[in-house]
């Protein structure tokens, strides 16, 4: 109870800084486009849209778990001073909600899964899941709703991102065909996904993969299993002999150790899920799905 009257109050002093911020926010003295987006996922996918024409930034820093970031004055302050807002949506940003029912229709947003149809599950507390990104195919509509959000906010930009979006485009379609080709040197009977959290199920449905269990059955990180869900996973397992369990880097792998005690199953825990990182290996968003992919081939050929 104490923990959540906390997070009331801390809440209720982000709502009054921001309501502050918003006559008092300072502007830059260019007219580069100002463009916030909640994830470094977002933030790079949408800087090869805007191109020149806008500076965009990531509200979450680098290796930041989404589904745990607790916001602080400071996003405040950025939310307040951008022109234009790039979220994913489908609940995936909830630390951010509290604030944007301030800004009403002040504030410029997109949200990237717009027009998508979410997997559901009715047994997950979250009910949808939000990580369309790691397929591809479905970044392509994050692409067209970004380029819209963007020519709406800057229409004599249109033409750049139009042009910016086509060409960026081409490249998820040549880093789809790159994965199909990577997962088809998996044997079939060993393409076989065992996840952290329910992560990869876009993935794992474009590119022919059984996810056979999660560690924590839910699509935020931050829930929590039961010892009846932990048994019936180590059961899974050990039963259809997965041969790896897959984990972000953000993820803390203790129940991952625990299961792959009982069950000698590897633990592959650098993928790049949820946030880009600091240069090599998930500099962008082409290049951390590269990199994951290829960790996965490598786990289970």
């Known amino acids: 109870m104490k923990k959540f009257f906390n997070s009331i109050i801390g809440l209720t002093i982000l709502t009054a800084l921001f309501l502050t911020s918003c006559g008092s926010a300072p502007k830059s003295n260019d007219n580069t486009l100002r463009v916030l987006a909640s994830t470094t996922v977002l933030a790079d996918i949408t800087q090869n849209i805007a191109g020149d024409r806008a500076k965009v930034e990531s509200l979450l ?88 959000g963007l020519i709406k906010v800057d229409p004599e930009g249109a033409a750049t991102y139009k042009s910016n979006a086509n060409a960026y485009i081409t490249q998820l379609k040549d880093l789809d065909k790159w994965i199909v080709e990577q997962v088809n040197t998996i044997p079939v009977e060993r393409r076989l996904l065992v996840t952290n959290h329910e992560a990869l199920g876009y993935f794992a449905e474009r590119y022919g993969f059984e996810v056979a269990g999660s560690v ?64 090599a290996p998930a500099a962008t968003y082409i290049e951390m799905m590269k990199y994951n992919v290829s960790r996965i081939v490598e786990a289970l050929k």
């Open 61 to 148: 820093p680098i290796g930041a778990d989404p589904h745990s970031y607790q916001a602080a004055p400071v996003d405040v302050a950025k939310i307040s001073d951008s022109d234009l807002l790039i979220l994913n949506g489908l609940e995936y940003e909830n630390f951010i909600m509290p604030l944007l029912e301030n800004v009403g229709a002040k504030k410029m947003t997109v949200e990237a899964t717009s027009g998508l149809s979410p997997r559901n599950d009715a047994g997950n507390e979250q009910g949808v899941d939000p990580h369309m990104w790691l397929d591809p195919n479905l970044v392509v509509t994050y692409v067209e709703n970004i380029r819209d």
């Open 216 to 279: 924590i059955p839910s699509f935020s990180s931050n829930a929590a299993p039961s010892a009846r869900e932990m048994a019936r996973l180590i059961d899974a397992i050990k039963k259809i002999s997965a041969p790896a369990i897959f984990l972000d880097t953000a993820d803390n792998d203790t129940l991952a150790q625990q299961i792959a005690d009982e069950t000698s199953v590897r633990i592959v825990a650098d993928l790049h899920l949820e946030s880009l990182t600091e240069g």
